[in-house]
Each structure stands twice: as C-alpha cells, then as structure tokens.
C-alpha cells in the first residue's frame, strides 16, 4: 500500500471550536476550488499565470486545507475525547472493505 505521510503541527494562538474549524476547511477547500478554477481556466478570469505557478497555488490551498483538517482532528481529540487512532483503524478497514486498498504488488 503506497502512502503520503506529512506531519503538521498544532497551531499556537488559536482557539478553534469544533464549529469554527468546519467554517475554516470550508473556506479552504473554496480556495482550493478557485485555484483549480484558475488552472483549467474554469473560473471565467484571464489568468495570467504560469501553468506552475498556478499548481503551486493549488499544492499551498490544498495544504491549507490539510492543516485545517489537522486542526479539527486535535479539536475532536483535546475538546470532545475522540480516539482517533482508532477511527483511522477503522477508516482503514472501510477503505479495505471497499476495495480502495491493496496491499502488495
């Protein structure tokens, strides 16, 4: 099984809610959206920008919207007790039942 390991930290300064930070992944992933609008020039704009440069601005909104989602995991944990390393083993064996993963060649 191939995967994308990135560690990001918990942000200091901040007093998410759980509310709060689905509002926050919200408004990333429409900026996520608008990046990808702008890269297949779906967005009705003259874009001006290198076809890089645009993918970088993709690659930082989709990072935004992993920290955020990162942001909600510690919320669900700190603020509301859930196990997430049990719900990742259980996202795991959904992803498995459903035929999403393949272990091996």
């Known amino acids: 099984m191939e995967t994308k390991t990135i560690g990001l930290p918990k942000?200091?300064?901040l007093y998410p809610t759980l509310?709060?930070?689905a509002l926050k992944l919200m408004e990333e992933a429409g900026e996520l959206s608008?990046?990808?609008g702008k890269f297949r020039g779906m967005n009705g704009e003259?874009?001006?920008l290198e076809d890089q440069q645009v993918?970088?601005?993709v690659t930082r909104e989709l990072l935004d919207v992993a920290?955020?989602?990162i942001t909600m995991m510690f919320v669900l944990e700190e603020q509301h007790g859930v196990d997430?390393?049990?719900s990742l083993d259980e996202h795991l064996e959904k992803l498995l039942e459903k035929g999403y993963l393949r272990f091996g060649s």
């Open 19 to 21: 509310e709060s930070t």
């Open 67 to 69: 920290q955020t989602a």
């Open 55 to 57: 993918l970088n601005l």
């Open 84 to 86: 997430l390393n049990r």
């Open 34 to 36: 608008e990046a990808i």
């Open 46 to 48: 003259t874009v001006d």
């Open 11 to 13: 942000l200091n300064k």
